[in-house]
């Protein structure tokens, strides 16, 4: 339901640097190699992907449930 190719920064928990993901490379973890301060940096994506399938169903049990406003 999502557009999977929206990019999203995620920061260096040290430098702060911003790297740009697509959500869909959010869907395993997240390994990099900063380029700001050269530190490996790694995402446990988990609650991340939990809480995007969660949106998605509360968005299509919204249109469900108003199936003819939507028409």
């Not at 959500?23 to 973890?29: G, H, R, T, Y």
């Not at 995402?43 to 939507?70: A, Q, V």
């Amino acid at each position: 339901m999502f557009n999977k190719n929206v990019e999203l920064e995620l920061p260096c928990p040290e430098c702060g640097y911003k790297k740009k993901f697509k959500i869909k490379e959010l869907e395993k973890d997240v390994k990099f190699i900063c380029e700001g301060c050269k530190k490996k940096v790694v995402y446990d994506t988990s609650e991340f992907n939990k809480g995007l399938k969660d949106s998605e169903k509360k968005i299509k049990d919204f249109i469900s449930r108003n199936k003819r406003r939507f028409k």
